[in-house]
């Protein structure tokens, strides 16, 4: 039989990906197999089926002795780098500050200062696990010493606790990987400059680990407002901001080339308004990043409980926030309020949850946006548009396991144009928790359906 050779390339954003061409005509899909078998020396197998290594034989699919024989070409696959700028709220209502109401009323012990209309609100902070002993900025006005207010000594707001608990645990869980890169802006803060806030997208080291730590350990606190527009646009000498940083960002060493761009924001207030218009600069922000929509995707996690005002709280904004991005479900509701159909962002309310739970919640909204960069699509460029589709198989191979058959209604389709392998259900699932998996799609072999 002669080989010829066939150029197959792809993009995987998790699994590695083989794709062989098999030209056998072998009604079978087994081709010639010196024992008449399926390669692994057996004689075959009476079910039809691939018993003791399937499609591989002894040696692999492309190796001797097994079905290899009609293979004209095998190309692999990487998944795809990610670079993920993470865009933090580290206004002052993360430390639980924000304007009263009647079902949340403010924390009187002490009460705030004459005429403020704002104040710590009950039951939005609690002890701080990292700062037992904070005294900075623990009263209603910025700057007050301790002893006018000592019954605040040691108090974070909970969703700070929280949101810095959570990402800590997310830095400290990544391996180095040449295939990620994190970076972060924390706007706002005690920390007054912007470039102090900022830590460029690199692998994830050791060293790159401690300095994203660093910007959210005690010692920095949430102060000021919510400059959402500037954050993604540009401010402090910052031209473009995270978008414009996100884009014109090349990576370099150990950082692979070409990865996924996303932008996730953490957020639980509702952005300052330019010129006192609070519709016309939302508007804003959703066209900006719109436009750096399919380039820049943007993730949203908001921290904050929709009953509230929505000058504190605004859940409709930041679900048609996250629609723009490109990154939300397609049965979401853009104009979510709360209660009817489903967020377009991850919705954290922490209402009357502990600084514990309210962190799980947000850790569990992380985990998911990592899963969702990953993609079970498997392309198949460069194949002939006659593909018959009853001779497709799908191999996959978990974790230091041996390589099985994933039968279709195990969990795989293929489109209608023939150029794409989708794993489904919990094939995909598998796949996705399993970074060090391998899948390969076969082309030319009878498809095994039992």
Same mark, same amino acid.
């Given at each position: ?23 056998? &005509? ?8 010196? &024992? ?5 020396? =057996? ?8 018993? =003791? ?21 095998? %190309? ?49 902070? %609690? ?73 460029? #997208? ?54 692979? +080339? ?20 609070? +519709? ?15 380039? #820049?995707?943007?993730? !949203? ?17 930041? %679900? ?6 490109? +990154? ?33 919640? #947000?850790?569990?909204?992380? &985990? ?15 194949? %002939? ?19 099985? !058959? ?20 919990? +094939? ?13 799609? #076969? ?8």
């Amino acid at each position: 039989m002669r080989r010829m050779a066939m150029k197959v390339t792809g993009v995987l954003l998790l699994a590695g990906l083989n794709l062989a061409a098999c030209g056998s &005509d072998d009604p079978s899909g087994f081709g010639n197999t010196p &024992d008449g078998g399926n390669g692994n020396g =057996d004689g075959g197998d009476p079910n039809g089926g691939f018993p =003791d290594g399937g499609l591989l034989g002894d040696g692999g699919l492309l190796g001797d002795g097994g079905l290899p024989q009609c293979a004209t070409g095998q %190309s692999g696959t990487t998944r795809l780098p990610v670079y993920l700028d993470i865009i933090l709220d580290g206004s002052r209502s993360m430390d639980g500050h924000g304007a009263p109401t009647t079902a949340v009323p403010c924390d009187n012990n002490p009460p705030p200062a004459s005429g403020a209309t704002t104040c710590f609100l009950q039951g939005r902070r %609690s002890l701080d696990p990292e700062a037992s002993t904070r005294t900075l900025n623990v009263c209603h006005q910025e700057g007050d010493d301790i002893n006018d207010c000592p019954a605040y000594r040691g108090l974070t707001g909970k969703k700070w606790i929280a949101a810095r608990g959570a990402l800590t645990a997310y830095f400290a869980g990544q391996n180095q990987n040449p295939k990620l890169g994190v970076g972060m802006y924390l706007f706002s803060s005690t920390v007054s400059s912007a470039a102090a806030r900022t830590v460029d #997208i690199g692998a994830m080291t050791a060293a790159q680990k401690n300095t994203l730590r660093s910007k959210i350990a005690p010692g920095v606190w949430p102060s000021g407002g919510t400059p959402l527009l500037e954050a993604f646009t540009g401010e402090n000498g910052r031209p473009g901001g995270e978008i414009a940083r996100l884009t014109n960002f090349q990576p370099a060493a150990p950082l692979e +080339a070409g990865g996924k761009r996303v932008i996730l924001l953490m957020t639980d207030g509702v952005p300052n308004p330019t010129g006192g218009d609070n +519709a016309a600069t939302q508007k804003k922000i959703k066209d900006a990043v719109s436009a750096a929509t399919p380039n #820049i995707t943007t993730f !949203v996690v908001g921290i904050g409980d929709p009953t509230d005002d929505p000058l504190v709280y605004d859940e409709k904004f930041l %679900s048609q926030l996250a629609k723009v991005g490109g +990154a939300a479900p397609g049965d979401c509701t853009p104009d979510w309020n709360g209660s009817t159909g489903k967020p377009c962002h991850y919705q954290v309310t922490p209402g009357a949850k502990t600084a514990d739970q309210i962190q799980n919640e #947000i850790k569990a909204a992380i &985990d998911n946006v990592a899963l969702s960069l990953q993609s079970c699509d498997l392309p198949l460029q460069n194949v %002939s548009p006659g593909l018959d589709p009853n001779k497709v198989n799908v191999l996959y191979t978990p974790t230091g396991q041996p390589e099985k !058959v994933v039968k279709p209604n195990e969990g795989w389709t293929l489109d209608a144009a023939r150029t794409k392998v989708t794993l489904t259900g919990q +094939a995909c699932a598998n796949l996705k928790a399993d970074p060090g998996a391998k899948v390969r799609v #076969i082309i030319g072999c009878s498809t095994v359906v039992n």
